[in-house]
């Protein structure tokens, strides 16, 4: 049968590592971008959102980092735990009112014990 | 606290048949968006609410969609005619406002299939 991860670009690393998952995004104009993981069969939920007017902010484990420049985003994640195995989307509010999310396609982090 | 809710969780329907799929967002959300994804993508942006009032659905594909909230809370996601297409999970979202930048909450989705 057909495999999510045949579509997604993935990304294999070691429990204890730091993964690094990128994502270009489109609107220039967009001034707010969200990270959320994915697990099978659930909704999307939050990790971490930054402004634009900001390059850089933290969380716990988490770091997400701004180039606007380039209009790139990253997302660190510290020590990788298995719990971490999921699929991670960035997502942009494209510059509107309504705050409406454009997401980008999606990166299957698989962390092996 | 309650998060987002959404039912059915799975939704079976043949071609051509009606179905209604239901959100309820978290309490004291006046932002309500409903999202689709297909396998393999991300979340697909079909329409918003700002209270009852459907302030953006330029996400719905095509006059089959429709969507409701009438009271400002509760909204449901009707699509007549189901085409096999139309197969995807629906996902909806709240947020305590809209504009500027507002963190969305998601529900776990309705499973969609249309055989």
């Known amino acids: 049968g057909e495999s999510v991860g045949l579509h997604l670009p993935t990304l294999s690393v070691q429990e204890g590592d730091n993964s690094i998952i990128n994502c270009a995004y489109s609107?220039?104009?967009?001034?707010?971008f969200i990270w959320y993981k994915q697990e099978s069969g659930k909704g999307p939920q939050f990790i971490i959102d930054i402004r634009s007017n900001m390059d850089k902010r933290q969380g716990q484990r988490v770091t997400v980092l701004l180039n606007k420049t380039v209009k790139h985003l990253s997302l660190q994640i510290a020590a990788t735990q298995p719990g971490d195995s999921a699929v991670y989307f960035c997502a942009e509010n494209n510059g509107g009112a309504t705050n409406k999310l454009i997401f980008g396609t999606g990166t299957l982090l698989a962390v092996q014990p | 606290g309650a998060g987002v809710s959404q039912t059915p969780s799975n939704k079976v329907t043949e071609k051509g048949k009606y179905v209604e799929l239901r959100c309820d967002p978290i309490?004291?959300?006046?932002?309500l968006y409903w999202y689709r994804q297909s396998l393999g993508q991300g979340p697909e942006f079909l329409i918003y609410f700002q209270g009852t009032g459907a302030a953006d659905d330029s996400g719905l594909p095509n006059d089959r969609f429709f969507a409701v909230r009438p009271e400002g809370s509760v909204s449901t996601l009707k699509i007549q005619r189901t085409e096999r297409g139309d197969s995807a999970v629906y996902l909806c979202a709240s947020s305590l406002s809209s504009g500027g930048a507002y963190e969305q909450f998601f529900g776990p989705g309705t499973r969609l299939t249309v055989l």
């Open positions: 609107n220039s104009a967009s001034d707010y």
């Open positions: 309490s004291g959300h006046t932002a």
